[in-house]
């Protein structure tokens, strides 16, 4: 049987986080690089460019011989640096 602090501490290292709060660091540093992402929508579209913008609800993605795009942040399934590999 696990005391109070025991049980608050087991409880604790038994689940991860759900929100680390470095989001905002991440855009801020995609955006001052304007390094090239990825993103898979949950659509299954998967869309590339870098980050020129972004805010509490969407990103601002800027693509090269495309429209731009502004993207709810609930529509992004995955977001990762690079571009995919054409086959």
Sequence with gaps: MFTMDEEK?????ERAP?????????????VQTQAPVSIKLRSGELVSGFIEYYDKRFIRLTRQNA???FIFKHEIKYLYEGVPEKT
């Design 18 to 30: 759900g929100e680390t709060h470095r989001e905002v660091a991440y855009l801020r540093h995609l």
């Design 9 to 13: 501490r087991h409880s604790l290292h």
């Design 67 to 69: 429209p731009n795009l």
